[in-house]
């Protein structure tokens, strides 16, 4: 009976020391964590940004291209008006020429798809980048979880992401405000006598 | 029966980008007449509304999926016979054949051609 409970005794302060020393590694990586968590919100942000960002340029690429796929349609037509009138007055040589020119513009337009089609990548990116956005919200629910179980001390308002994420997170949100328009440039410049 | 030039063709996806390029594509040949859905749902409603020859549709979208617009399609009488075209990055190959099952007219994976898209439309249309 004695022996039991000395055994009994033992057990416990082995127990009582791994608490104590699990208790000590999660108070050691508890300002990481919280420090992680609270710069995920902003990364996900700027994540989206990245999504709009890259539509707003592809979209401005497809009008450009539109534009110019119309403008040749136009041309090309209007080459073929051309042709026929030169053929009714017997100008076939110059009617022929004027109908190869509108051959080689319209053999661009397979190009000019090419490029709307090769546009798909925006697509393909935008939707890898909302299952990262998925996942990293995710990761921060799991890490806001580990901090309440273990009543790691928190101010969910106050705190900042440190070290290397925390300065690369300053710089993305730095440059959404402080990227200098090319107006503000030239107006600088100007003032230095560029001209 | 051969595709007609002047059909009604509705263009489901919930990025901009590829309604746009299959818009375009669409355009090139020789379809002009192409309206556009952002999900699965605004898609059925515009199925339901108006008459339509032909869907392309994207299969990961919000609200509704293209899958589960692909089976209300099915499953309503007045729509069940027209084509769909299911154009998407689900490339795995359980993906195809739950399209497959649920009555997809032809499949494409992203991202495509022109060509690809030519060649579709000519089976579908044959």
């Given at each position: 009976m004695q022996q039991n409970g000395q055994q009994l005794y033992e057990e416990l302060g082995e127990l009582a020391r791994f608490v104590e020393k699990a208790m000590r590694t999660i108070s050691e990586i508890s300002a990481p964590i919280v420090s992680g968590s609270a710069g995920l919100p902003m990364a996900s942000s700027h994540l989206v940004d990245l999504n709009k960002m890259t539509e707003e340029g592809t979209l401005e690429v497809m009008r450009l291209t539109e534009t110019i796929q119309d403008n040749r349609g136009r041309v090309v037509k209007e080459l073929a008006a051309v042709a026929e009138t030169l053929k009714t007055v017997d100008c076939t040589t110059l009617s022929m020429r004027v109908q190869s020119i509108a051959a080689d513009l319209a053999h661009d337009d397979k190009y000019l798809t090419e490029i709307m089609t090769a546009l798909s990548f925006q697509d393909l990116v935008a939707q890898r980048v909302k299952k990262l956005v998925a996942i990293l919200d995710d990761v921060r629910d799991k890490l806001v979880e580990l901090v309440v179980v273990f009543g790691i001390p928190h101010d969910a308002d106050g705190i900042a992401a440190t070290g290397k994420t925390g300065e690369m997170l300053k710089q993305l949100e730095e440059s959404k405000t402080t990227s200098m328009k090319q107006n503000v440039a030239d107006d600088i410049l100007a003032q230095y006598g560029f001209k | 029966m051969p595709a007609d030039p002047n059909m009604k063709i509705l263009v489901v996806d919930d990025m901009a980008t590829m309604r746009r390029i299959v818009k375009n594509i669409l355009k090139q040949l020789g379809f002009a007449n192409v309206e556009e859905a952002e999900n699965g749902q605004e898609g059925l409603q515009k199925l339901r509304a108006d008459t339509f020859g032909f869907v392309v549709s994207d299969w990961?979208?919000?609200?509704?999926?293209g899958i589960d617009m692909l089976r209300a399609i099915r499953a309503d009488d007045k729509l069940k016979t027209i084509p769909v075209l299911m154009v998407t990055a689900e490339a795995q190959q359980a993906n195809l054949v739950e399209a497959i099952q649920a009555g997809v007219s032809n499949y494409i994976v992203k991202p495509f051609t022109a060509e690809t898209m030519q060649e579709k439309l000519g089976k579908i249309f044959k």
């Amino acid at each position: 009976m004695q022996q039991n409970g000395q055994q009994l005794y033992e057990e416990l302060g082995e127990l009582a020391r791994f608490v104590e020393k699990a208790m000590r590694t999660i108070s050691e990586i508890s300002a990481p964590i919280v420090s992680g968590s609270a710069g995920l919100p902003m990364a996900s942000s700027h994540l989206v940004d990245l999504n709009k960002m890259t539509e707003e340029g592809t979209l401005e690429v497809m009008r450009l291209t539109e534009t110019i796929q119309d403008n040749r349609g136009r041309v090309v037509k209007e080459l073929a008006a051309v042709a026929e009138t030169l053929k009714t007055v017997d100008c076939t040589t110059l009617s022929m020429r004027v109908q190869s020119i509108a051959a080689d513009l319209a053999h661009d337009d397979k190009y000019l798809t090419e490029i709307m089609t090769a546009l798909s990548f925006q697509d393909l990116v935008a939707q890898r980048v909302k299952k990262l956005v998925a996942i990293l919200d995710d990761v921060r629910d799991k890490l806001v979880e580990l901090v309440v179980v273990f009543g790691i001390p928190h101010d969910a308002d106050g705190i900042a992401a440190t070290g290397k994420t925390g300065e690369m997170l300053k710089q993305l949100e730095e440059s959404k405000t402080t990227s200098m328009k090319q107006n503000v440039a030239d107006d600088i410049l100007a003032q230095y006598g560029f001209k | 029966m051969p595709a007609d030039p002047n059909m009604k063709i509705l263009v489901v996806d919930d990025m901009a980008t590829m309604r746009r390029i299959v818009k375009n594509i669409l355009k090139q040949l020789g379809f002009a007449n192409v309206e556009e859905a952002e999900n699965g749902q605004e898609g059925l409603q515009k199925l339901r509304a108006d008459t339509f020859g032909f869907v392309v549709s994207d299969w990961n979208m919000p609200v509704m999926t293209g899958i589960d617009m692909l089976r209300a399609i099915r499953a309503d009488d007045k729509l069940k016979t027209i084509p769909v075209l299911m154009v998407t990055a689900e490339a795995q190959q359980a993906n195809l054949v739950e399209a497959i099952q649920a009555g997809v007219s032809n499949y494409i994976v992203k991202p495509f051609t022109a060509e690809t898209m030519q060649e579709k439309l000519g089976k579908i249309f044959k």
